[in-house]
């Protein structure tokens, strides 16, 4: 793929390194993103979950000239820690890292926040949440000119959403993490934001149920009239990596064609 800006858009990403996780198909939140960032010219680094899931992940990898496609489970260490150092080895630097991964066991999300068992809520706050914490301190020392960091939220964070359950007070915590960060972080020119979709149907919304619910009543409440699609979140998280949002940092923005505003 040429690294040309799609048309009518200017490179205002061209050069800069970013690294993307949470792709696991073409209807992910994060291949939307990976592409808006090519599109403005970002070089990539992509990561599948799995090796059961890199067949769908590494099609789409080329189809974007990723430089690198690497293995990551991030409650493996060991390649966590391996990813930030190819990384470090190939580009020498890092400019923008997209989080997009959220997991909770099947019968902690599907019993409500009651019964949720210790466990289940501690793996579900490990992988959707605490992956972020742990990612930012690998990204940050190959930020030295400063970076963004992007994950993914959703209103059941400040709102009760039925069925959300354990994933609620998780996202509550990522929203607080990433304010955290963004003060941590902001001495060293690292901006950290959450994005805040609508529902959109992906392989971890099938998880939720009742989704279709959500999906009809979003388009009902919507001022925009209108369903958000992952290009809309990919193209609001490669602004928030523009020099247009340097004075941005700490903020849940909602991509949500403004449900968020309505009583
Ligand atoms: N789909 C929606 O309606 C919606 C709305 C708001 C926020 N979100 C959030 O967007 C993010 C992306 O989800 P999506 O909707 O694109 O679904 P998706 O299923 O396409 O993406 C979820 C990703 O998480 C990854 N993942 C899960 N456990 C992992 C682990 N241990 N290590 C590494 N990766 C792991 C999966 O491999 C997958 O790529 C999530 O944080 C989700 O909560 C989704």
């Given at each position: 793929?040429?690294?040309?800006p799609?048309e009518g858009?200017?490179?205002?990403?061209?050069?800069?390194?970013?690294?993307?996780?949470g792709i696991?198909?073409?209807?992910?939140?994060?291949y939307?993103?990976a592409k808006?960032f090519?599109?403005?010219?970002?070089d990539?680094a992509?990561t599948?979950?799995?090796e059961?899931a890199?067949p769908y992940v590494?099609?789409?990898?080329?189809?974007?000239?990723a430089?690198?496609?690497?293995p990551?489970?991030?409650g493996?260490?060991?390649?966590?820690?391996?990813v930030?150092?190819q990384?470090?080895q190939?580009?020498?630097r890092?400019?923008i890292l997209?989080?997009?991964?959220?997991?909770?066991p099947?019968?902690?999300?599907?019993g409500g926040?009651l019964?949720?068992?210790?466990?289940?809520?501690?793996?579900?706050?490990?992988i959707?949440?605490?992956?972020?914490?742990r990612m930012?301190?690998?990204?940050?020392p190959?930020m030295?000119q400063g970076?963004t960091l992007?994950?993914m939220?959703?209103?059941?964070?400040?709102?009760v959403?039925?069925n959300?359950?354990?994933?609620?007070?998780?996202?509550?915590?990522?929203e607080?993490c990433?304010?955290?960060?963004?003060?941590e972080?902001?001495p060293?020119?690292i901006?950290?934001?959450?994005?805040?979709?609508?529902?959109?149907k992906?392989?971890a919304?099938?998880g939720l149920?009742?989704?279709d619910?959500l999906?009809?009543?979003?388009v009902?409440?919507?001022?925009?009239?209108?369903?958000?699609?992952i290009?809309?979140v990919g193209?609001t998280?490669?602004f928030l990596a523009?020099?247009y949002?340097?004075?941005?940092s700490?903020e849940?923005?909602?991509?949500?064609?403004?449900?968020?505003i309505?009583?």
């Open positions: 793929m040429s690294s040309e799609a858009l200017r490179p205002v990403l061209a050069g800069m390194k970013a690294l993307v996780t696991a198909n073409e209807h992910s939140i994060a939307g993103c808006a090519r599109e403005l010219g970002a990539l992509i599948y979950a799995s059961k890199k590494e099609p789409l990898a080329s189809e974007l000239g430089e690198l496609l690497l990551l489970d991030v493996d260490a060991a390649q966590l820690q391996s930030f150092g990384i470090g190939r580009w020498g890092l400019d997209l989080h997009s991964i959220a997991w909770a099947k019968d902690d999300l599907h926040l019964h949720c068992s210790s466990e289940g809520f501690a793996r579900a706050m490990d959707s949440c605490h992956s972020f914490v930012a301190a690998l990204a940050a190959l030295d970076g992007l994950t939220s959703y209103y059941g964070a400040n709102k959403v039925p959300y359950s354990v994933m609620g007070p998780v996202k509550a915590a990522l607080a990433t304010r955290y960060l963004a003060y972080l902001g060293k020119g901006r950290v934001h959450a994005i805040s979709p609508g529902p959109l992906t392989r919304a099938s149920k009742d989704f619910l999906l009809n009543e979003a009902e409440r919507a001022p925009l009239g209108e369903l958000v699609d290009m809309d193209y998280c490669a523009t020099p949002a340097r004075r941005v700490g849940t923005l909602y991509v949500d064609g403004g449900v968020n309505m009583a």
